[in-house]
């Protein structure tokens, strides 16, 4: 497979086997081998994406708006690479281990906030972002990322893992997906889209493009 892995991820050997990876301080007991720790592909939406062989866009040194933190295993591995990082999740507990993962980034920003109220945070994020990742896993996730889509610069990216069960758990997951898609159109311009079934069960990545 012909890799465009951005600055700053490498495919390492990891107990024997080729994994991806970042520079950073270890973050959820992922192995390290010196400053490098593998990204958990089975634990991150965006690493599955990524092992897929999707076109992020990615280049390395990006802004980042991630929407969905949690305690930060994703978004502290794109904090390893990217730029400015501003990490939105609206749980206070797993925002406490977040911060902790922001000690050692100096480019990680958590946000307690909610990601359906983009004027909350509006004042703190830049305006010109280049890429938002999204993995809120809640009901509306084409809403979140359209609500977002203010923040991008006019070529930005969103890169959005969608959880066709977290919509309707009683549709097919790839009508959800559908539906998903078409509401996307709104405001993007879907360029690449995958099943992410090998790591995430019922889960779809989408690579898109803000519509000007
Ligand atoms: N992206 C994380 C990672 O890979 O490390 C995992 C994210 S988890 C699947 C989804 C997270 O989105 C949860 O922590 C949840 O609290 C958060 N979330 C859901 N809706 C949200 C919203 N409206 N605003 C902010 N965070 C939200």
């Known amino acids: 497979m012909s890799e465009k892995l951005p600055a700053g991820v490498q495919r390492r050997e990891f107990d024997g ?16 081998d010196g400053e490098w720790r593998a990204w958990n ?13 999707m076109e992020t866009g990615l280049a390395g040194s990006e802004t980042v708006l991630y929407l969905g933190a949690a305690s930060g295993t994703t978004v502290s591995h794109v904090a390893d690479f990217a730029g400015p990082t501003y990490a939105v999740e609206f749980a206070a507990r797993p925002v406490r281990d977040l911060l902790e993962t922001a000690e050692s980034r100096d480019r990680l920003f958590p946000l307690l906030k909610d990601a359906r109220k983009p004027e909350t945070y509006a004042h703190v994020v830049e305006s010109d972002v280049d890429v938002i990742v999204q993995d809120v896993a809640t ?7 359209l609500e977002n889509r203010r923040f991008l610069a006019d070529d930005g990216r969103l890169l959005l893992a969608v959880k066709a069960r977290s919509e309707d758990v009683t549709r097919e997951p790839s009508a959800v997906f559908e539906d998903v898609r078409s509401e996307l159109e709104e405001g993007y311009e879907v360029l690449e889209e995958k099943e992410l079934e090998t790591y995430h069960e019922d889960h779809f990545g989408v690579v898109a493009e803000k519509v000007k």
Do not use: D, F, H
């Open 139 to 145: 009901r509306g996730q084409a809403r979140v990322a």
């Open 17 to 32: 086997s080729e994994r991806l990876a970042t520079r950073g301080e270890p973050v959820y007991g992922e192995p390290t």
């Open 41 to 53: 592909p089975n634990r991150s939406k965006l690493g599955a994406m990524l092992e897929l062989g």
